[in-house]
């Protein structure tokens, strides 16, 4: 029986790793964070507050707008995240779980092993925007050299459409964890250098970039700036953290490749980095227990690997490897290197 006034913190820790499913989309389980209905309700308000005594604005239509503003920033954050996935997939990657979060989303795959893998994946994420950019705007333009006329509502959700777009695409530039730009700069200086220097040099820009991007940002900015507050202090304790396991993790040439295109805080599985939970305070428990979330699906991802595996072996044995498909064939391939890596790791002294 528990003490009266006893913190339970398993408790804490399930209540900020809680999320709900969704459904299925392509094949990836599509779960969501209970944090991000606030983040919902938060973002719908200041939608309101951007949009309230704009020209043009309609009675009434400050709530519609504002709630199509909020859906499709959810939709657009998806597509990117599906961008993501796809590329791993076609490289040969077991993608498996995609997770809207407050920091963005999550994506479980498993497999990334050199830096060529975590810059394509990761590259596919920004390259969304721009597609979605040309397939949504060029219509649109020629409609409107046509000589149609689309109305209030409909010219609004364009305009919302390509500004969510034009910002995602800038944001995710930044060159600072746990966003893409700051992963794209890791994999880029992991082409000529270990893993582990790259992830310090670039865990060091990117908490300059963070004070840069908050100096112009709160200066130019009319809205948004407590977002913009919370996102680079978030940004800038991801850029601490990975540098810090990074440092622990000693020689740069014994350690992988992060196996991971998501924003994740324990990139190198840094176990016996400890750290007094009393001194931890509400945004360290929050990245904690997400990086822990992280660790508990890596594990079962693996199982899902060798499940896999299994099936194209027994595959192989039946109708020989010209009955595999591409597909099946680079993931064998991937498999046996990741298998291979993993050996090496564990039989190094």
Not at 127 to 132: E, F, G, I, R, S
Not at 167 to 190: K, S
Not at 223 to 234: D, E
């Amino acid at each position: 029986m528990e003490e009266r006034g006893h913190f339970d913190e398993s408790r804490w820790r399930d209540a900020l790793t809680r999320s709900f499913a969704l459904g299925r989309l392509f094949g990836f389980e599509v779960r969501v964070h209970w944090m991000v209905f606030i983040y919902f309700l938060l973002a719908l308000g200041y939608y309101a507050e951007t949009r309230e005594g704009a020209s043009g604005t309609q009675e009434g239509s400050i709530a519609i707008l504002a709630l199509a503003g909020v859906i499709q920033l959810f939709g657009i954050v998806l597509i990117h995240e599906l961008g993501h996935a796809f590329a791993a997939r076609r490289r040969g990657l077991l993608v498996d779980t995609v997770e809207l979060d407050p920091l963005g989303a999550l994506g479980t795959v498993r497999g990334i092993a050199t830096p060529q893998d975590e810059l394509v994946v990761t590259a596919w994420g920004p390259a969304v925007h721009p597609l979605l950019l040309i397939l949504v705007g060029v219509p649109y333009l020629l409609a409107r050299e046509s000589g149609i006329e689309f109305g209030f509502y409909p010219e609004s959700f364009f305009a919302q459409f390509f500004s969510i777009n034009a910002g995602l695409l800038a944001l995710h530039l930044v060159p600072t964890f746990p966003l893409d730009g700051g992963r794209l700069l890791r994999a880029a200086l992991a082409l000529r250098m270990g893993p582990i220097r790259a992830t310090i040099i670039a865990a060091l820009i990117g908490k300059v970039a963070v004070i840069i991007a908050l100096i112009i940002g709160l200066y130019e900015l009319e809205h948004f700036k407590i977002l913009l507050v919370v996102l680079g202090a978030l940004c800038f304790l991801a850029c601490h953290r990975e540098g810090l396991l990074a440092k622990e993790l000693g020689p740069y040439e014994s350690a992988s490749f992060p196996l991971s295109f998501e924003p994740r805080y324990d990139s190198f599985r840094l176990d016996d980095v400890e750290e007094s939970e009393d001194d931890r305070g509400i945004v360290r428990r929050y990245l904690d227990a997400r990086a822990e979330r992280k660790r508990a699906r890596d594990a079962i991802d693996e199982e899902a690997i060798r499940q896999r595996v299994d099936l194209l072996l027994e595959k192989v044995s039946a109708v020989g490897l010209q009955g595999l498909t591409p597909e099946e064939r680079r993931f064998l391939e991937r498999a046996s290197d990741l298998y291979r890596r993993s050996s090496s790791s564990s039989s190094s002294p």
